[in-house]
């Protein structure tokens, strides 16, 4: 082989070298340093952005404090039960639906439905069989409506006859689920947290 193919295939093999020297120069060094600072850029915008959320809330504190303190007093917290635990709150929802329904004049059957926790409030419930006359399901429907307590009709199946004469009054069959909802002394309004 010549002196000449020689200091070719060193050139080649010389720059070969320093592009692979390169190459692990920027994949061990650089690109990590890289990386760390656009990390390290990322992080500084969300610890930025969640200092000017704190500021902005730290500048509202007072009307939070107003805030927070006209719905502890609103009138509306006594729509709702309340009870150290949901069977008593339960007890007293099915005493409120059977004074409700009191002028159906038949045998009423009632079961308590498993309280279920939404956050700060419990649902109850009772389910309710019973047969009566359309219109005092309709004025059963506008009491359960107008009562100081919060309730709704979950669900309400009315099975009535297939024949019925003009100008009669029928009886129907009516099930139903009332729901309410509840506050334990812990989370009633005003109650130390």
């Given at each position: 082989m010549s002196q000449e193919i020689?200091?070719?295939?060193?050139?080649w093999l010389a720059v070969g070298l320093l592009g692979l020297l390169l190459v692990t120069?920027?994949?061990?060094?650089?690109?990590?340093?890289v990386d760390y600072l656009d990390t390290a850029t990322l992080a500084r915008g969300i610890a930025l952005r969640a200092l000017e959320r704190d500021r902005a809330l730290l500048q509202q504190a007072d009307a939070i404090k107003e805030a927070?303190?006209?719905v502890d007093q609103s009138p509306r917290w006594r729509n709702f039960?309340?009870?150290?635990?949901a069977e008593?709150?339960?007890?007293q929802l099915e005493a409120d639906v059977r004074a409700i329904l009191r002028d159906s004049n038949s045998a009423t059957s009632m079961v308590a439905a498993?309280?279920?926790?939404?956050?700060?409030?419990?649902?109850?419930?009772?389910?309710?069989?019973?047969?009566?006359?359309?219109?005092?399901?309709?004025?059963?429907?506008?009491?359960?409506?107008k009562n100081t307590r919060l309730l709704r009709i979950e669900s309400l199946t009315v099975q009535a006859p297939e024949v019925q004469a003009a100008q009669t009054n029928p009886?129907?069959?009516?099930?139903?689920?009332?729901?309410?909802?509840?506050?334990?002394?812990?989370?009633?309004?005003?109650?130390?947290t």
């Open positions: 020689r200091g070719k295939v060193r050139r120069v920027w994949a061990g060094i650089i690109e990590p340093v927070r303190k006209s039960y309340e009870g150290p635990k008593s709150a339960t007890l498993p309280a279920i926790s939404h956050g700060p409030v419990i649902r109850i419930a009772v389910r309710v069989n019973l047969t009566m006359r359309v219109d005092q399901l309709a004025e059963a429907l506008d009491r359960i409506q009886p129907v069959t009516v099930q139903m689920e009332v729901s309410a909802l509840m506050l334990t002394a812990a989370d009633q309004p005003g109650a130390s």
